[in-house]
């Protein structure tokens, strides 16, 4: 077998292999013979059609078969041998697959790529540091007071946080829109649900009354047709009502499954939770912000099968999330575009984080492990069929160790890097990633 490798752009490798006449016609015969064992063919005893014949009828069909074995196999033989290691699947083409004739075939395909990491101990990380402060516990109490809040009529013009009840329609150049009109739609004032204007436009109106409003929709607007297009609209008030808190009571602890019925047994409860989030959200932005260090100071090519591929992951785990796991839509609907950027960052840090596993030769560490699955389990009320549902699922488990190993990772980069730290509030640190980048350039637009 002959192998020649081309480089063509890139991590574009293209492949010629050159495979014997023999042993493809070997392999050809063979089956050929195996198969005149057992064919039945009008005007012949079983077992005794001639080769001829059955070479005549199974041939091509047999030969095809062959040949697509022998791609497989050599394809295989001519990786080790060259000592490639493909990032996908390869694109196969036959230059020459006729009989009597060596059997060559193209195999082009992405590798990957050769990292030589670049030295960590230039890199500045800032380590936030945040606790639960007792007015954060009083804020998260009166957010879920708001959740479990109820309504009721109020006598009076509407203020903000009140919920309305409205009909209305919208213009644009006199004209009603598609879309624009709705009835006795219940709308709380400040939740910001409608367009910029349409909310404060209410405040201060009674029920019976009709306001006129003048707006316009955002240049961002989803809809094509109204980006930037100023409108009014047609609003008749149905109904002000006012939010009422539920009182701090057993009835009310009962609803998020305390077990101490009591207000300090709650806000204990309560607080344990924001500090879980806490420590969560603070390891989530320290790993993003190391993983991110990492990416810039070492710039690689990443192929774009692990990219396309994970492009396909992000579709159905978009698809899953805002229609529901057994939603029956096609992922491919949604644009590629939409994740590209997101797969490419994702597949860079995954090839990184092998690559410094593999220079500091990192093992799992399975305390670790252990201590990660028992704090996940503490969440739920059988914290011990968890973990031995963890402990005997691999898939699920094997999950958590590539947690951990991750965990490891950016245990070892900071190790070598200029690490400060940062006082923050709760607020803050349990801020997304995606609102802080929001709100920056937010800023940057005002200054």
Do not use: C
């Amino acid at each position: 077998m002959q192998v020649s490798v081309e480089t063509t752009s890139g991590l574009e490798r293209q492949m010629t292999v050159t495979v014997p006449a023999e042993r493809v016609d070997q392999d050809v015969n063979s089956r050929i013979q195996q198969t005149a064992r057992t064919a039945r063919i009008d005007g012949f005893r079983p077992g005794k059609v001639p080769v001829k014949v059955i070479k005549r009828r199974y041939g091509p069909g047999i030969r095809e078969e062959v040949l697509g074995q022998v791609v497989q196999e050599s394809f295989y033989e001519a990786l080790q041998q060259e000592e490639l290691m493909p990032a996908g699947g390869p694109s196969i083409e036959f230059k020459n697959d006729k009989e009597g004739e060596d059997f060559q075939f193209v195999a082009t395909f992405e590798v990957y790529p050769q990292v030589e990491l670049a030295d960590y101990s230039s890199a500045e990380i800032t380590k936030l540091k945040a606790e639960v402060q007792d007015a954060d516990l009083d804020q998260m109490i009166e957010t879920l007071r708001k959740q479990q809040a109820g309504w009721e009529a109020a006598d009076r013009a509407a203020a903000e946080g009140d919920r309305v009840k409205i009909d209305f329609e919208g213009f644009i150049d006199g004209e009603a829109f598609d879309g624009g009109k709705g009835e006795n739609m219940e709308l709380v004032l400040g939740s910001g649900t409608m367009i910029p204007g349409f909310e404060d436009g209410l405040v201060g109106a009674e029920a019976g009354a009709e306001v006129e409003l003048n707006v316009a929709f955002p240049e961002e607007y989803h809809a094509e047709n109204l980006k930037g297009k100023p409108a009014t609209f047609k609003v008749k008030v149905n109904a002000v009502e006012a939010q009422v808190l539920p009182e701090l009571d057993e009835a009310f602890f009962e609803k998020f499954g305390i077990e101490e019925n009591t207000l300090d047994g709650f806000k204990a409860e309560v607080r344990k939770n924001m500090e879980r989030e806490l420590a969560q959200s603070l390891k989530m932005k320290l790993k993003d912000q190391v993983f991110g260090k990492l990416v810039e100071i070492n710039e690689i090519d990443v192929p774009s099968a692990l990219v396309d591929g994970e492009i396909d992951n992000l579709r159905r785990q978009a698809i899953q999330q805002f229609a529901g796991p057994n939603a029956d839509l096609d992922p491919n609907m949604l644009p590629k575009e939409m994740f590209e950027e997101q797969a490419k960052r994702r597949v860079t840090v995954g090839l990184l984080i092998q690559e410094v596993i593999k220079a500091n030769e990192i093992k799992v560490d399975e305390d670790r492990v252990r201590s990660t699955v028992e704090e996940m389990a503490e969440t739920y009320q059988e914290p011990q069929q968890v973990i031995d549902w963890y402990y005997g699922n691999k898939e699920m488990l094997s999950q958590i160790e590539n947690l951990v190993l991750e965990d490891q990772v950016v245990d070892q980069l900071l190790a070598s890097a200029k690490v400060s730290e940062e006082e923050v509030s709760y607020e803050e640190a349990i801020k997304p990633a995606q609102q802080e980048t929001a709100e920056e350039s937010a800023e940057g637009e005002d200054a």
